[in-house]
């Protein structure tokens, strides 16, 4: 198993740019979601979905979106890029036993 | 609304030493909670997950404990090693709204 797979790495965005970061998990499951890491802030929940074709907003839903069409990919879509979304970006999914997450090497973000 | 707490936010120890990490969380309705550690510019990795049901967890040098009645967790490190340096985030799975809830985390270094 891949695990929960990320791309890309690392993306530097001009201000008003529009980027899909990328998300994918090899395990079946069905919960997936998406958290953006700052100093000082800690982990912010972003969107989340609960299944294919059911997504949800987080704690910091603003100037993101989602879909999820398959179970496998959960792609986070920056409309128009601002400095403040300057960020790692996190990916997660959760099993069904004992609901353990599992996390993304993550997206390092850089809007100038 | 959940939070969670960790303390202290930096540990410096000498090797050997053994030691532990510290994480309150304000509402009890858990569904469990998971200890992660973070390495500079990577990943989460998921170290123990405790159910709710559940008094404590071990792996290897690590044994976490959870306390719901006080809303506490405990990451024990045994035999502090140089290699355990990294920043040890705890999380809550909200049995309210299912979403999991970050402290900020706790940055340990162990000198050699």
């Known amino acids: 198993n891949a695990g929960v797979t990320q791309t890309p790495k690392f993306q530097v965005l001009k201000t008003g740019q529009s980027m899909t970061l990328q998300c994918a998990q090899d395990?079946?499951?069905?919960?997936m979601s998406w958290y953006r890491q700052d100093p000082g802030m800690g982990l912010r929940l972003i969107h989340y979905s609960v299944g294919a074709g059911i997504t949800d907003q987080g704690e910091v839903p603003n100037g993101y979106n989602v879909s999820r069409s398959t179970t496998e990919d959960f792609p986070l879509r920056l409309l128009s890029a601002a400095p403040s979304q300057t960020s790692v970006y996190f990916c997660?999914?959760?099993?069904?036993?004992?609901?353990?997450?599992?996390f993304g090497p993550g997206t390092r973000l850089t809007v100038t | 609304k959940q939070e969670v707490t960790q303390i202290p936010a930096a540990l410096s120890v000498p090797e050997g030493e053994n030691l532990v990490l510290n994480c309150s969380f304000t509402d009890s309705a858990i569904y469990n909670l998971q200890w992660f550690r973070q390495d500079p510019g990577k990943g989460l990795t998921s170290l123990l997950l405790i159910q709710s049901s559940q008094r404590e967890q071990t792996s290897g040098r690590l044994n976490a404990s959870l306390d719901k009645s006080s809303g506490r967790s405990t990451l024990y490190i045994a035999a502090s090693q140089p290699g355990d340096s990294a920043t040890y985030l705890c999380a809550a799975l909200s049995g309210n709204t299912g979403k999991l809830i970050f402290g900020q985390g706790t940055t340990l270094q162990v000198k050699p």
């Open positions: 395990m079946n499951h069905e919960y």
């Open positions: 997660a999914s959760r099993g069904t036993s004992g609901y353990e997450q599992y």
